[in-house]
């Protein structure tokens, strides 16, 4: 062998050489065969992992974009490892228990009447409801009753008691002044105007003087004037009686006073000054006739200071 030759196979082992530490370097001083091996198993394990992703959408970004569980490119997504099913299956059943529970939570709001019209919290009226009928019928909603519980409305409220307490009343009216009460009696509460009591008069048996004896502010009862035939405004559910035991009716027979109830006789005497009176000064009376009502306080033939009534074309 010359020594050209020798020359050139000694380049060709340094060449060889040189290239040997260049891509151990590049490869993190690991070997060819090692850097092969590994980066080899790496893009294995990440095309497995691909193409056995399983997507999840999030259910909130969904309900912002309008878009179905099937989501588009505009949805939030997680991607879980097919190595992890339980993971994937606990989130999969999370989805399902929510949109059940988002469905409950519709039906149970269908379950209050489609009648219903909430004026504000705590004021709302609507066609009165089954459980009430029941309670109503054959008591101050007689079986010969002459209007159709269609015509009333069932009317919940919030009122300030004597105690300055919050306390949730109830009355039944004629459909036709139900947005009247709802105003009129938030306007009441919002002023802390000051009521004893609100119920239906079929607490008290739908005895009228019974109500009046406790003070019940009430509005439908189906009955007449007093003891004759003619029906009161009260049948028709267009009278309201306010605080009845400070604010007395009083009748004038053979020139008697008739004061009803009796209990509220230290309350006939309208020139005193006491606690609840209804007169023209009083909020209860501008909101009334504000709403078109007219107050037996005005009448000529008796005074019925608890009294407003409307009516209707």
Known sequence: MNNKSKRDIFFLIALIVVC??????????????????????????????????????????????????SGTSTSTATTLDSASPDASSALSTEKVN????????EDSDLDVSDTRVTYSDGFYYETIPDSIVSKITGVSYPE?????????????????????????????????IADDIMEIFYEL?????????????????ADDEASMRANNTSCFNYRPIGNGKKLSKHALGLAIDINPLYNPQIRYKNGSPSI????????ADRTADFPYKINENDLAYKLFTSHGFSW???????????HFEKKIH
């Open 20 to 69: 040997a530490i260049m891509a151990r370097t590049l490869a993190g001083h690991e070997t060819l065969d090692e850097y092969a091996k590994t980066h080899s198993s790496a893009e294995g394990s990440e095309s497995a992992t691909g193409s056995a992703s399983v997507t999840v959408y999030d259910k909130d970004s969904e309900a912002a974009e309008g878009n179905s569980i």
């Open 98 to 105: 929510s949109s059940v529970t988002n469905s409950s939570s």
């Open 144 to 176: 010969n009753c002459e209007i159709s519980l269609d015509d009333l409305r069932y009317c919940v409220m919030l009122y300030v008691d004597f105690e300055g307490e919050v306390k949730t009343g109830e009355m039944i009216c004629n459909k036709a």
């Open 189 to 205: 509460y919002d002023n802390d105007y000051q009521i004893e009591s609100i119920k239906l008069v079929d607490d008290f048996d």
């Open 260 to 267: 009803s109830p009796s209990e509220g006789e230290k309350y």
């Open 296 to 306: 037996g306080g005005n009448w000529n033939s008796s005074k019925d200071y608890q």
